[in-house]
């Protein structure tokens, strides 16, 4: 099955809860192309999802509002499923 763009994020922002990454770190972590890693990582930012941490090696970790967005994701999609 193809992963949404929805599951693509939640799955970045569980990965990003546990440790902070690296683009590349994302990008070897979810076995995504760097096109759609960075696009989803901004919109993360852009969103206050993620944070970014560092200036010249930036790392992302999950915010609490990211972490909270993905835990109400997660309980949507499992819902969907139960029916």
């Known amino acids: 099955m193809r992963r949404t763009h929805f599951m693509v994020c939640a799955s970045i922002i569980k990965a990003l809860t546990s440790e902070s990454m690296s ?9 995504l192309n760097r ?7 901004s919109e993360l930012v852009t969103s206050q999802f993620v944070s970014v941490e560092g200036v010249g090696a ?3 970790q999950a915010t609490e509002k990211g972490v909270d967005w993905c835990n109400r994701y997660s309980a949507v999609i499992a819902e969907l499923r139960r029916i």
Do not use: D, E, Q, S
């Open 23 to 31: 683009l590349n770190g994302v990008v070897m972590h979810m076995n």
């Open 35 to 41: 096109r759609l890693a960075r696009l989803c990582i």
């Open 58 to 60: 930036v790392r992302y």
